[in-house]
């Protein structure tokens, strides 16, 4: 990665095991191998929120314990955020796609902006400065 990302340790086998049991659906592939190499960091995202703190399994883990979120917002998977009230989310949509999403918790659903396409256009903007 670039000098703009701070990676953590990789994430163990085990880990990405307890991840992928918790949700019904099959994560992308890139987001798993991606958790292989480091299990969350923080740095520029080119894309907004333009600051990203990707969340460690275990953070996921406890995020998904609280089960507070799966009323509001069921079709979605977080697995991150800007480190203030912006959270990133794998939109689960009908048509079997996997948008990524930023969301103001605050706001709440209303504000669902798709900010990338699929999981491989999000992570090539990790370590990226954000250009207008």
Do not use: C
């Not at 089960?67 to 079997?96: C, W």
Request: glycine share 6%; hydrophobic share 40%.
């Amino acid at each position: 990665m670039t000098k703009y990302w701070n990676p953590q340790s990789p994430a163990t086998d085990r880990d990405i095991e307890k991840l992928t049991q918790l949700v019904d659906f099959d994560l992308p592939q890139s987001y798993l191998i991606m958790l292989k190499r480091f299990n969350g960091g923080e740095g520029e995202l080119a894309l907004s929120p333009m600051w990203l703190q990707l969340w460690s399994v275990n953070e996921v883990l406890e995020y998904y314990n609280s089960e507070s979120h799966l009323r509001e917002f069921p079709d979605y998977f977080f697995f991150a955020s800007n480190g203030g009230v912006e959270t990133i989310a794998m939109h689960k949509s009908s048509t079997g796609s996997m948008e990524i999403v930023m969301i103001d918790a605050v706001a709440g659903i209303q504000s669902v902006e798709v900010i990338a396409k699929d999981f491989g256009e999000f992570e090539d903007a990790i370590g990226k400065i954000f250009e207008k």
